[in-house]
T-cell receptor, first 112, second 112 residues
């Protein structure tokens, strides 16, 4: 069974569109994260939720809005997509702040 | 603030060579330290971890020792294989609740 699953795996769309990426974890973890990885592999945290509450909200354009319907799901909605949004987005979860994070396989977003 | 610095890549080695990837950190208090590995097209996977000074984490022939006096957590392997080719990330879990700090990643290429 996949521990952290995100869909879709690939997302190709045009500038200006709105899109969502879904993430689900079946590990029973309390905390979930979204990261953005650029073409140089640099990994930047975007958001973190603990038990459906927003804990970390880094400097991210407000076109990005996370939603956590329950502690097993953390979705990412992006409005008015821009060229600079092209990246791989990773969802992750952990049991606690100093516990290892478990990552999904990523969603490769390409903006045309 | 807390941060992680790791050596830039790519690192290119021949099979069976000795590997060292340097990682140093800046943190207040007593962070937990981690090494993650990312194979092409996949998410990050936990490779090993250490939670206190002088702890040695080990897995799949890789080792790293938590050195508080030098604020380092260097990754080593005695004999690398082609299958070890991947990007390696050093990370720490700091005092800022739920926040992980990742290094910039080091790409390892192992040639037959």
């Amino acid at each position: 069974d996949t521990a952290v699953s995100q869909t879709p795996k690939y997302l190709v769309t045009q500038m200006g569109n709105d899109k969502s990426i879904k993430c689900e974890q079946n590990l029973g973890h309390d905390t979930m994260y979204w990261y953005k990885q650029d073409s140089k592999k640099f990994l930047k945290i975007m958001f973190s939720y603990n038990n459906k509450e927003l804990i970390i909200n880094e400097t991210v354009p407000n076109r990005f809005s996370p939603k956590s319907p329950d502690k097993a799901h953390l979705n990412l909605h992006i409005n008015s997509l821009e060229l600079g949004d092209s990246a791989v987005y990773f969802c992750a979860s952990s049991q606690g702040p100093d516990q290892p994070q478990h990552f999904g396989d990523g969603t490769r977003l390409s903006i045309l | 603030g807390d941060s992680v610095t790791q050596m830039e890549g790519p690192v290119t080695l021949s099979e069976e060579a000795f590997l060292t990837i340097n990682c140093t950190y800046t943190a207040t208090g007593y962070p937990s330290l981690f090494w993650y590995v990312q194979y092409p097209g996949e998410g990050l996977q936990l490779l090993l971890k250490a939670t206190k000074a002088d702890d040695k984490g080990s897995n799949k022939g890789f080792e790293a020792t938590y050195r508080k006096e030098t604020t380092s957590f260097h990754l080593e392997k005695g004999s690398v294989q082609v299958s070890d080719s991947a990007v390696y990330f050093c990370a720490l879990s700091g005092n800022n609740f739920n926040k992980f700090y990742f290094g910039s990643g080091t790409k390892l290429n192992v040639k037959p």
